[in-house]
């Protein structure tokens, strides 16, 4: 009998089952051994792991002030943001302090961008603006491929 069964691992370094020779699962395209598979995006976690921060990011704000607007307590509004934050700062935290960082500085730049478009856009057209703003400043810092903790 000749060739891999035979012989052991393969001459392009792989086992017959497809595995590099020390064990490993081949890690590229085909599996092809020492070639890259594509970057992945950071982990999120917790509920609603699948959705991206980004449009998490968003959504809380944009539910943040539709609270405030509907009960008439802002402070209950302010709440839900906070809790908002937490959420997507946690479930993100794997793409790196620094990049969740930013992402709650966007945050708050977008609340307070909110406040000084009220008046010229009306305060939903506001919200929702700021809103698509931090849901993409969001996915490019947190959510896109190849955005890993540095």
Same mark, same amino acid.
């Given at each position: 009998? %000749?060739?891999?069964?035979?012989?052991?691992?393969?001459?392009? $370094? =792989?086992?017959?089952?497809? #595995?590099?020779?020390?064990?490993?699962?081949?890690?590229?395209?085909?599996?092809?051994?020492?070639?890259?598979?594509? *970057? =992945?995006?950071? #982990?999120? =976690?917790?509920?609603?792991?699948?959705? *991206? %921060?980004?449009?998490?990011?968003?959504?809380? /704000?944009? @539910?943040?002030? +539709?609270?405030?607007? @509907?009960?008439?307590? #802002?402070? /209950?509004?302010?709440?839900? /943001?906070?809790? $908002?934050?937490?959420?997507?700062?946690?479930?993100?935290?794997?793409?790196?302090?620094? =990049?969740?960082?930013?992402?709650?500085?966007?945050?708050?730049?977008?609340?307070?961008?909110?406040?000084?478009?009220?008046?010229?856009l009306g305060p939903w057209p506001?919200v929702l603006l700021v809103a +698509?703003?931090?849901? +993409?400043?969001?996915?490019? /810092?947190?959510? #896109?491929?190849?955005?890993a903790a540095r």
């Amino acid at each position: 009998m %000749t060739g891999p069964a035979a012989d052991g691992p393969a001459a392009d $370094g =792989r086992g017959g089952d497809g #595995r590099a020779a020390d064990g490993r699962a081949a890690d590229g395209p085909g599996g092809a051994v020492g070639t890259a598979a594509p *970057p =992945r995006p950071a #982990r999120a =976690r917790g509920p609603l792991a699948a959705v *991206p %921060t980004g449009v998490l990011a968003a959504v809380t /704000l944009v @539910v943040a002030f +539709a609270v405030a607007q @509907v009960t008439g307590v #802002r402070a /209950l509004g302010g709440a839900v /943001l906070v809790l $908002g934050v937490v959420w997507c700062a946690w479930r993100s935290w794997s793409a790196g302090a620094g =990049r969740v960082v930013a992402v709650v500085v966007l945050g708050a730049v977008c609340f307070a961008g909110s406040h000084v478009l009220a008046p010229a856009l009306g305060p939903w057209p506001a919200v929702l603006l700021v809103a +698509a703003v931090l849901g +993409a400043g969001a996915w490019s /810092l947190v959510d #896109r491929r190849g955005v890993a903790a540095r």
